[in-house]
């Protein structure tokens, strides 16, 4: 499998963004799969877009993006972190 791009997004695009970027590449790498992590603040998400193969956001994205994404506070809270894995390994498969 290629190296696949994935955009974080929260609020400020520094600090969850870094915790969340740094969780999943890590899980992904125990995965199989090679990402290339790009940052950024939930309202430049749309300027970001190209190349991205996935969105992984803290924060609500617009509805109307041409590319998957993921809303989830799971690797904030630790609750839920398996199943927001197991649906992002499932949408870079594809």
Known sequence: MSKKT???AC???IATSTVVA???TEAMKERGITIEPRQCKATEVRSELT???LIVSTT???SD???PSIVTLAFLTGMGKAE???KIEGE???
């Open 84 to 86: 927001a894995l197991d």
């Open 92 to 94: 870079l498969r594809k």
């Open 65 to 67: 993006l041409d590319v």
């Open 60 to 62: 609500q994205l617009p």
């Open 22 to 24: 740094n969780a999943v």
């Open 6 to 8: 994935v955009l974080f």
């Open 51 to 53: 190349g991205v193969d």
């Open 11 to 13: 609020g400020t695009g």
